[in-house]
Structure formats: C-alpha cells, structure tokens
C-alpha cells in the first residue's frame, strides 16, 4: 500500500510526525512552496515541507492544484490512498479521482459538529465539555463526507486552543493508525453524516477579537483562550491621549473564593474593564466577576508578563 500526506501546519506536522513514529512514512507529501518571510524576504518552508526533507520524503507542490500539470503529476506517481491533515484547500473532483481508496481526512471536531475552519475555536467558545476527532472520506462538499470513525475528548477549563489542537492531532494521528488497514482491507461500515445536525464555522479576524469587557467572565475567558493564539484577541489603552493597541494572551479565572471575596468586597461597582492589582496580581473587572490578567504582547514589543507591562504604563483599565 502506498499512500500521500497533505497538509501545510503545526497540526499537520503533529500528524505526520505520529505516522512516521509508528512506521507509516508517505510516499509523497503534498504541501505549498516555501513562502517570503520577514523583511529581507527570506523563501522558508511550511512545517510539513521541512519535516519531510528530514526524512526524506519526495514533495510535490499544490499551488496550482486545478493545473493539469499538477493532475498529471500526481497520477504518475500511481498512490493509493491519501491523508489529509489541515491542507487548507477545496481539493477538486478530478483529484479525488485519483486514488483508488479516496482521499482521507483527519478532522479536529465530531462531525458533522463544526464543519469548516475553526472546530477547535468554537467548540472552546461554544464551553463544550466534549470534543473529539473524526475521519472521513473527502467528497466534494466541505467536511461532507462519509465517516470511518471517531474518537472523543474532553475539554477542561485549563485547554486553550494550543493543548486542544495538541490533544486532537495525537488522537487522530493514533485513530488513522488504527483504522487505515481495516479501512484498506474493506472492514469497516463506513456511515454517511447526519445532515440534519450539521453547523458551520468561519474563519476568525483579527480586527472582529477586541474583548468586550461587559461580557460575563466565562464568555471573557472563553474567548482569550480559544482566539489568543490565532488570529488574537486584543483592547486598547490610552496613553498621552492616544489609543494604543495592546494583544491579551493570557487570563486565568479568579477561581479562588477568599480572592474572589476580597475583590468583590473592595470594587464591585467599579467600571468594567478597570484593572486593579491585589498582592502583586493584577485583575481586570467583568460583568459579573474578574479575571487575573497574565500575559500581554504590547505593539512592536515581544509578549511579557503583565506586571513588567504594567510597571512601564500604569495603566487603569482597557478599552
């Protein structure tokens, strides 16, 4: 059986590194070409291109992937079967062709939940206590396709999306192990998704994450720790009469009960978004409670703990 990898990311690389780690090289990886970065426009390789040159896998690029060229290509190459981690484009019909066992895909949610872009994000923002992985044969709609299998995953309130894409390509990683020889042999009753309990998600913008101060906490919290990371969730802060942008990474829940009762007790009626600082912790006020603020990225500076940003601004609260 002869079989090709195609993805682009960290999750992808999470992936493809379970494979290889339990004798299930690729044949090929497809993947993009190295991208222009930073001032001086250096051309550097996505994670799945680098981990492939350490193992010496042959790549081909999909940039073009509607140019025969690319078509002709990868028919040549006679592949059986393909998986798919985070690719990040409509894979053609012609394409799908290709394969005598399909082309497979490794999806972060329980389909049909959260199909699209963001399952991770929005399972974390939806508070879902349960997540999980599924695999499934692409077919020509998004996420559509008939399902292999599945596994579940909780989801505490200490995951932000960094642990859950973590946890979530560990499993499917070991869910693909287990279940591609069965699946190649034609023992498993692959199951169509029940169309009726499908939702969708979009795609997240930077400029949509500002933090809403009179919010609930759980809403507050939810949010940093599903949108941080990518695409970022951010306030503003005056300083000598203008409005500087400054990145959240980071807040904990003000979970424990004498803090909470101090903080309560001394600035309940305080503006929401007014930072106040208890024993050298710094906390911001909600509609319904406070959060600990822990980790700020301030603009044209490396991300620092708040306190260190704290003691150069003094600052009284986020906007």
Known sequence: MSFSFWGNSNFSKLILSELIANQLTPDLIVTFSPKEFGRKKILKSNPVEELA???????????????????????????????????????????????????????????????????????????????GTTIFIIDELMDHGPIIGQISSPITLDDDFNSLKQKLGILGAKLIINLLPDYLNHRIAIKPQEENLATYTKKFYFENCHLDWSQPTATIYNFVRALSFEPGTFNYFEKNSKKIILKILKINWVNDSEVYAILNQKYSVIANGSIVQENKHFFVKTLDGFVEIITVHPDGKTPMPFQNFYNGNKIDKLI
Do not use: M
């Not at 010496?56 to 040549?76: G, R």
């Not at 190459?77 to 985070?86: E, P, R, T, Y």
């Open 53 to 131: 040159k350490q193992h010496k896998i042959e790549v081909i690029y999909a940039d073009n992937i509607n140019d025969q060229s690319f078509y002709d290509n990868l028919k040549s190459k006679k592949i059986d079967v393909g998986i798919v981690a985070s690719f990040g484009k409509i894979i053609p019909k012609n394409i799908l062709k290709v394969f005598q066992f399909g082309l497979i895909n490794i999806h972060p949610s329980l389909l049909p939940k959260y199909r699209g872009p963001t399952p991770i994000q929005n399972a974390i923002l939806n508070n879902d206590v349960i997540t």
